[in-house]
C-alpha cells in the first residue's frame, strides 16, 4: 500500500491457498482487478471458485479452514486484518451477493428492515434515515412500489425480486466491490436476464468493480471483461472475455467450452422420421389445492410423441412442465383428459413408461446399493432368479458406460454424472418403449452434462425409444429435442419441430424466452442486451 | 390481515374440538374402569342396601352416554344435586360433587388453582431467562471451555431429581444461612411481597429443573440457525457477532422453545406434585394424588380436564405467538 493509490488495484490476491480438513480447494491462486473492472471466476464444482469469493470477505475466519497467501481486497489485508477492520470491509467496501436469494434473507424481518440494520452498522444514520436509504436503494433495483414493498417479508417476494432486493442490500453502502456468488442459478431464464441487465446498468452508473462467480459461461460472457477459467483449486486460463471464450489457449477450456449447449445450434443427428406415434396426451388439464387456492397446473395440453424421436417440453417453474411429465408417467392422475399409449387409454404406472428424475443424489435410496436400485423394475415384475437379476442388472450397468461389477456399490460413492446413469439404468430396467426425463441434466456440470445427454441420444438410437425431455434450460433443450412444447403457466404456448420453434419462434413468450438466453460471444451478448431493452421498453 | 383473523379463528375452533375430545376420553377412562365405585365411596362397613342407595344417588346405573350427557350438561349450564337430605345447585361451570366431601369439584379447583399458577407462572419465568440464556450462551461459544462447563451443568440440572435440588435449596437457604423463612404459601392477595419471598425456593427448584431442558432445546435449535444462509449473510455483511446472535438467530431459534414451553407449563400446572408436597403448597397437584387414592372420581376428572384446558389454551397460545412471529405460518 506504500505505491501510489491511484495504481493499486481494488482486489490483490497473491498464491491463495485454503484448506478444509486435508483438502485443498484453492491452491496457490493469484490474479488482480482493477477499480471498477469486472472479472468472472469460471468452473465446474469442486473447482473452488465460490471458496475465492469467500476468502475476499475473510469469511474462512474461525471455520477450522487454513488459509495462505495474501489478499487484499479495497486496502485491507484481508488474511490479517483484526476482526473489527475485517468487519467494516464487509458490507461496506465490499458487498456479497448470494446465490439462494430466499434462504440469504431472514425471514423473520422486513426487507427494508433488513437493509437498514446493514446500512446503520456501517454509518452513523438515524434508523428513520437508514429506513429512507432502503427504500432509495430497493427502488433504484427496480422493485415497484419501493416504501411498500419495503414493509414486506422475504417469502413475500419473488425469486427475482428477492434477488433484487440482495442486490440493493449491497448497494445500500456503495461499496467499491460487488461479489456476486451465482447470482442467478437459482432463477429462471428470463430473470436472469433482469438481474444480469441490472448488475451491468448498476455497474456503469457507480462504477464499481465486479467479481462474479458462475458455473455458466454464458453468464460470464453477459457480465464482465475478463474471465479467469478455475479448475481443481487452480487457475487455468486468464484473460479478457472476447479471448478465452473466443480463442482459448488452453485444453480444458476448450472442452469446457464444446461442452456447453448452444442454443442456436440444432440436434445433431436427428432421428429418422417415424409416424408411429407410442404415447398421446388429450386434453391434459390438472389441478391442485382446493376452496380458492385451486388452480391448474396443467390446463389443456395435448401432445403426440412419436417412436425413437426426443420431444423436449421447455418452460420457467411454475409453467407446469413436471406435473405434465408425471402424468404421462402416470405418477399423477389428470383432472381431465387422458393419457393414451399406443392408442389405449393408460391409467396407473407401468412398465413401458419410465422416469428418470431431476437429482441424482435424492432419486437413489442411499442406504441400498445401486444394484438393488436398479434391480426394483425386474423384481417389480415378478423376477425371481437372482442370479438372471444379477446378470441383467450387469448389463444395464455396462449399457450405462459404468462397470458391470458396480452391482453392491452404494450412490455415494458414484460421482453426480454417474448417479444420474444409475438412475437411466433403472428406468431401461423395465425395457420401456418411453421414458420421461424430468430436468435429467440440470444438476450437472456442462461436461458431465454432454456425455449424459450424448448417452440418452445412445440409447434412442439403438433401443427406439421415445423421450420426452423436460427442462427449464433452452440450450440443452435445442441440443436433444426433434420437436418441442413451449410451455407457460400450465398451458403449451408453441409446438412444434425444434428448428422452426427456435428458428422462427411465433408466439412472443418464446421470442422472450430466447432473447434472456446468455450469449457466449461477448459481441452478440451486447447486441443482445440492447434487444432486450426494446423489448421490455417497447 | 384478513388471513391472521381467519388463522385464530381457525384454531380458536380447534382448540375447543380438542377439549372436547379430551373431556370425552377421560369421562369414559376414568367412568369406565372397573370397581365398584360405591363401595369405596359409602365405605367399608356399608351394608348392600346402603351401597345401592349410593349408587342410586350417583346415578351409577344410568348408562355410560347419559352420564357423561349429564356431565357435559353440569358444565354448559349448571345443575342440581341431592345429596338424600337436602338439594344443592351447582352453577355452570359445574364439574359435579366430590364422592367424598359433597364440595362442588369447581370450588374445590378454585381454591387450589391459584396456589399451582402462581408456582407455575414464577417458575416459568425463570427457567425461561436461565434456559433461554444459557442455551443462547453456550451455542455462541461453541466448542470452548465455558461451552462444556455450561453443558455439563445443564446436564446434571436435568439428571437431578426435584426434591435433591428443593431440599438442598431449603436446607442451604432457610436452615443454614438463615435468609429465608421455610417458605409458606400466602395469597397474592394477601400481601404480594410475602407470597414472592415465600414463593422464590419453590421457584428456583421447579425452574432449575425444566431450565436445563430449556437450555438443551435452545442450545441445538440456535446450532441449527447459526448454519443457515441468511446468518451467512449478515456476517458477510458486518453485522456484529451480538446481533447476529441476538437479532437472527435467536428469532429463527425460538419455535421449538416456544411449544416446548406450551407443554411444560399446562403440565406443571398438575404435575408439579414433588415441588408442592415439598414446600407444603396446597395445590392442584397434592389434591390430584389425594383424590386419585381415595377413587375421589368427579374430583380426578374435573382436575385432569382442568389441566388439559391449561395445556390446549397454553398451545393454542404458542401458535398465535408463531404467527405473529412468523406470517408464514399463516399461510400453512
Redesign the interface.
Known sequence: MSDSPVTAPLVQVADLTVEFGGLRAVDGLSFELAEGGALGLVGESGSGKSTVASALLGLHRDTGARVGGSVLVAGTDVGRASDEELRRLRGAKAAMVFQDPLSSLDPYYAIGDQIAEVYRVHTRASRRAARARAVEVLDRVGIPDAARRSRSRPHEFSGGMRQRALIAMALACEPDLLIADEPTTALDVTVQAQILDLLHTLRQETGMGLLLVTHDVGVAAESVDEVLVMRDGKAVEHGSVATVLGAPGEEYTRDLLSAVPRVDVSRVSPAAPSEEVVIEAVGLRREFGRGRGRFAAVDDVSLTVRRGETLGVVGESGSGKTTLGRMLVGLLEPTAGEVRYEGGVRSGVGPAVQMVFQDPVSSLNPRRSVGESIADPLRARGERDERHIRHRVGELLARVGLDAEHYDRYPHEFSGGQRQRVGIARALAADPRVIVCDEPVSALDVTTQAQVVALLGELQRELGLALVFVAHDLAVVRQVSDRVAVMRGGRIVEYGPADEVYGAPQDPYTRQLLAAVPALDPVVAARRRSARKELTSA | MSGFGGFVLRRGVGAVITLFAISVIIYVVFYATPGNVAQITCGPRCSPEQVHQVAQQLRLDDPLYLRYWHFLEGILVGQDYSTGTAVQHCSAPCLGLSYQSDQQVTELILAKLPVSLSLVLGAMVLWLVLGVGTGMLSAWRRGRLSERVLTGITLAGTATPVFVIGLVLMIVVCGELHLLPFPQYVAFTDDPEQWAWNLLLPWLSLALIEAATFARLTRASMLETLA???I?????????ER?VIG??AL??ALAPVIALNANNFGSAVGGAVLTETLFGLPGIGQELVHAVAVVDLPVVVGMVLVIGFFVVIANAVADLMYAV????VVLA
Not at chain 2, 232 to 240: L, S
Not at chain 2, 325 to 328: G, I, K, L, N
Open positions: 443457515e444462509d441468511h451467512r449473510t449478515f456476517r458477510a455483511y458486518g453485522v456484529g446481533s437479532r437472527h428469532r429463527g412471529a412468523d406470517r408464514r
